[in-house]
């Protein structure tokens, strides 16, 4: 537990790969901190990147479940080493990472649709942090649609 995390990721991911069982799933929601988050996943994904591929539901599953419960800040915070930490699949692997998420989510679609951005995702999650502040402010003001005048 002392350990950095992304040298954590890395021994499951050295574990997982040699073929021992790795329950991925679980050692991710003990790493879930916004700001470890990401650098556990570019160790495990550095040695363990074609286990990923072959399609650990759980892990995903975790993973996207982890991600969805963030908030803007939170998000924020994590963006950079997950960016970072998906770096290390080639386009192709992403792709099957997409496919993955999409089938977890039941939807339908290209999966390239997942991985292109007309926008910097930075600019995204800025924006998504700045309504957030902006809902404060309009609740605390009683300003929104709804709340008594």
């Known amino acids: 537990p002392a350990a950095p ?15 021992a069982a790795a329950d991925a799933g679980r050692a991710v ?3 879930a901190a916004p700001g470890t988050l990401g650098d556990w996943l570019s160790g495990l994904f550095a040695l363990a990147r074609e286990e990923v591929v072959a399609g650990d539901a759980a892990l995903l599953g975790v993973l996207d479940g982890l991600l969805a419960a963030m908030d803007a800040h939170d998000f924020l915070v994590a963006l950079p080493a997950l960016r970072q930490a998906f770096g290390w699949f080639p386009p192709r692997e992403r792709a099957a990472v997409a496919r993955h998420v999409l089938a977890l989510r039941g939807a339908d679609g290209p999966a390239r649709d997942l991985l292109r951005l007309d926008i910097d995702p ?4 800025a924006a998504r942090a700045l309504d957030a502040r902006v809902d ?4 605390r003001e009683g300003l929104r649609e709804g709340d008594p005048a």
């Open 5 to 19: 995390p992304d040298l954590r990721g890395a021994a499951l991911g050295l574990r997982w790969s040699l073929g």
């Open 29 to 31: 929601r003990a790493v």
């Open 122 to 125: 930075v600019l995204v999650a």
């Open 136 to 139: 404060t402010v309009l609740a």
